[in-house]
Structures are given as structure tokens and as C-alpha cells.
């Protein structure tokens, strides 16, 4: 596409449910991001996809959160059993090969967990 | 460690005056350095690079960036603020491991 897709734009869910954070990155790019932005907290780097593969989970900040790609294109946030903390702009961001400085950035998902 | 330092939460200019946002990394060499600034409920916009070369970069919307590297620093200005430029703005540093590492970021209102 165009640019980088993420959705829902905005998400409000209930502490204890699942939710599913979707990123479509732009045509192409076979690398992959995902960061945080919580309120006066920056961007906190999540998960980091090179093509299917995720070689680096660290920013991870539990085992309640988890990441796919598939077909080296969609990728999926999972965060299960939600906690308040985790109300945040879910970034995703996208560029060609291992080019970390070239990043072009979707959107964000608003998640409001009540 | 890398890190990204950016010391300023909030910052409140007058129309027409001038802005300056302070941004400092810790690393052993020179990284490569970005600003970003995001508008209300946009998403993340590139205003300026810096790899190499000429320490003075200008980017769009009328904003420049000086590297000094016995500082560590890379200082975002623009001469003359518009009520649109009222954002959030990152400054960002690449240090070679593939995933750009973010400041904190500075809030900026512009008042009339």
C-alpha cells in the first residue's frame, strides 16, 4: 500500500480481555516495528521483524504480549489478559531491508483498557 | 548505554518567537540523528537527518538542527514559530542495531 496500515485506530476494552492489534506495512519492506508511546514516556521499542522471523523480542514487556507476521506483510499485536498499564498508542512502523533509520510510521491504535 | 535525552517535558513559545528543543545521546561514536514531530492525532512525521557532513541540517517546515559532537547533542530550532507547529516533537538516534531509540519527547504550545 501506500503507507503504513494499522487498525483499529481506537480500541476500548475491558481489564482481563485479549485484544489484536493489526499492521499492514508498506509493499515491500521486509522489515518490521512495533513501539509504545504511553503518555511522557517516549517511544519504547517493542518487537522487530525481519521478514517472518522477530530476532529481537526484547522490548517485549511481558508474556502477555505477543507478535506475529505472516507472509512477510501483516503483522498482529496480541495482548492478552490486558491491564490498565497497557493503555498506550501502539505504533507500527515499516522499512526496506535492515534499515533502521529509514522508517516510515502508521497511524497507532489508541487502546484504552477500562 | 545508548540512550536518548531529551530534557525538556513542555515548552511554551509566543507566535513569532523562536524555538529551540534540546536533544543529547550517550553513545561511543557519532549515531545518526532524526527529529520527528507528531501533530494531534497524526502519526509521526520526519523533520530532519542528520548522517554526515555539514552540522547544520535544515528539514521542512522552516526547522534546522546543529550536531555538535563535543556536546552529543543535535538542538532542533526554527526562527519563527506558527500556531501550527503546536505538537509533540522526538528526537530519535540510530545506533547501528537495525531500530531507531527515541527521546522522551517535548510537548510544545504555542500561544497567540
Known amino acids: 500500500g501506500a503507507g503504513v496500515s494499522q487498525s483499529p485506530s481506537n480500541k476500548v476494552t475491558e481489564k482481563g480481555k485479549d485484544v489484536e492489534l493489526r499492521c499492514d506495512p508498506i509493499?515491500?519492506?521486509?522489515?518490521l516495528y512495533w513501539y509504545r508511546q504511553s503518555l511522557g514516556q517516549g517511544l519504547e521499542f517493542l518487537i522487530y521483524?525481519?521478514?517472518?522471523?522477530?530476532?529481537?523480542k526484547s522490548g517485549l514487556p511481558s508474556d502477555r504480549f505477543s507478535a506475529e507476521r505472516t507472509g512477510g506483510s501483516v503483522s498482529t499485536l496480541t495482548i492478552q489478559r490486558t491491564q490498565q498499564e497497557d493503555s498506550a498508542v501502539y505504533l507500527c512502523?515499516?522499512?526496506?531491508?535492515?534499515?533502521?533509520?529509514?522508517?516510515?510510521f502508521g497511524s497507532g491504535t489508541q487502546l484504552s483498557v477500562l | 548505554a545508548q540512550s536518548v535525552t531529551q530534557p525538556d517535558i513542555h515548552i511554551t513559545v509566543s507566535e513569532g518567537a523562536s524555538l529551540e528543543l534540546r536533544c543529547n545521546y550517550s553513545?561511543?561514536?557519532?549515531?545518526?540523528l532524526f527529529w520527528y514531530v507528531q501533530s494531534p492525532g497524526q502519526g509521526l512525521q520526519l523533520l530532519l537527518k542528520?548522517?554526515?557532513?555539514?552540522?547544520l541540517v535544515q528539514g521542512i517546515k522552516g526547522f534546522e538542527a546543529e550536531f555538535k559532537r563535543s556536546q552529543s547533542s543535535f538542538n532542533l530550532r526554527k526562527p519563527s514559530v506558527h500556531w501550527s507547529d503546536a505538537a509533540e516533537y522526538f528526537c530519535?538516534?540510530?545506533?547501528?542495531?537495525?531500530?531507531?531509540?527515541f527521546g522522551a519527547g517535548t510537548t510544545v504550545t504555542v500561544r497567540a
Open positions: 542528520y548522517f554526515s557532513g555539514d552540522t
Open positions: 509493499s515491500g519492506h521486509t522489515a
Open positions: 530519535a538516534c540510530y545506533f547501528f542495531d537495525y531500530k531507531l531509540s
Open positions: 553513545y561511543g561514536a557519532t549515531p545518526y
Open positions: 521483524f525481519q521478514g517472518n522471523s522477530a530476532p529481537d
Open positions: 512502523a515499516s522499512s526496506l531491508g535492515r534499515q533502521g533509520e529509514k522508517l516510515f
